[in-house]
């Protein structure tokens, strides 16, 4: 997504959640301080190039037997080392507090999108095991950015804010729609929108104690409109899987499927 156009929704967003654009800025420049001159990786998601992406928020569906089983089959069907047409390559992008299923399912989420807000200990474990952290510095989570950042290996860092040195702004906002964007960005072929219910309760595997409900559920609100806005312009065919105890449509994506 070009910048200047993601700029004017980020500026409609701020007002929207009563967010400080400086203190944006200000985790923005920490996170590049800690990340240094090296080049990161970009090499990290060439994967995703016509690749069929799990993008997993941590709506209440996932807890749902049907809707774990349904991931477990789609990875043990396309995973790489299971996939024998090679055709289409799977990439599972875990949000943030979701990546605790996603482990707890025993598979290794290729990318980890955080704000480093989800269970900690699952964010270390997945990055052990090997999984790229795509951390987003924002104004709320500045002390997070200057602490934890050297407990991970593979990092990416990403903003909402003006993209610095190692710090990348690839459009999106929650951790949910985030992945979704990302996967737009490096053009993957498809899209399978998992425990994407923003019309939903606030899932389990979501921060445990909600300091701000309403507050959280606004940023529910933005996700949702922001994907609404993706299914306009991009090229990668979006299916959206739920369940039918928590049923959130997004309109505009190519198909709503309620298992
Ligand atoms: N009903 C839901 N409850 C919680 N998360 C949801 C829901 N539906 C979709 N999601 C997506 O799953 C993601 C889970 O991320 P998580 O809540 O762990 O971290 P987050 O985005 O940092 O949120 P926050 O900082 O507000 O706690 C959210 O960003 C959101 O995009
Ligand atoms: N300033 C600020 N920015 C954010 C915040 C937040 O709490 N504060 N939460 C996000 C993920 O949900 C994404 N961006």
Redesign the pocket.
């Known amino acids: 997504m070009r910048f200047s156009y993601w700029y004017r929704h980020y500026q409609i967003i701020a007002k929207y959640l009563d967010l400080r654009i400086d203190k944006d800025f200000l985790s923005s420049i920490y996170l590049s301080q800690h990340l240094g001159n090296i080049n990161t990786n970009l090499h990290y998601f060439s994967k995703i190039c016509q690749s069929k992406v799990m993008a997993i928020?941590?709506?209440?569906s996932i807890e749902d037997k049907q809707i774990q089983q349904f991931i477990l089959d789609v990875y043990q069907k396309f995973s790489p080392k299971n996939n024998q047409s090679k055709e289409t390559n799977l990439v599972v992008m875990v949000?943030?507090?979701?990546s605790e299923l996603i482990l707890d399912l025993e598979i290794i989420p290729d990318f980890v999108i955080t704000?480093l807000?989800?269970n900690f200990e699952s964010l270390l474990k997945a990055s052990k095991k090997g999984s790229v952290m795509v951390i987003h510095a924002h104004g709320d989570n500045i002390e997070k950015i200057n602490s934890s950042i050297s407990d991970f290996d593979k990092i990416v860092g990403t903003t909402q804010n003006f993209p610095l040195t190692n710090v990348f702004n690839f459009g999106g906002f929650?951790?949910?729609?985030r992945c979704v964007f990302l996967a737009d960005h490096f053009l993957a072929k498809e899209i399978i929108l998992i425990?994407?219910?923003?019309d939903?309760?606030?899932?389990h595997?979501?921060?445990r104690k909600i300091m701000n409900y309403d507050f959280?559920r606004k940023?529910?609100d933005v996700?949702k409109n922001l994907i609404k806005l993706l299914t306009r312009w991009t090229n990668s065919e979006m299916t959206q899987i739920s369940s039918s105890n928590y049923p959130s449509p997004i309109y505009g994506v190519d198909r709503n499927i309620i298992l």
């Open positions: 928020g941590a709506g209440p949000a943030d507090g979701a704000d807000d989800g929650t951790d949910g729609d425990g994407m219910d923003f939903s309760r606030i899932g595997f979501s921060k959280k940023k529910l996700a």
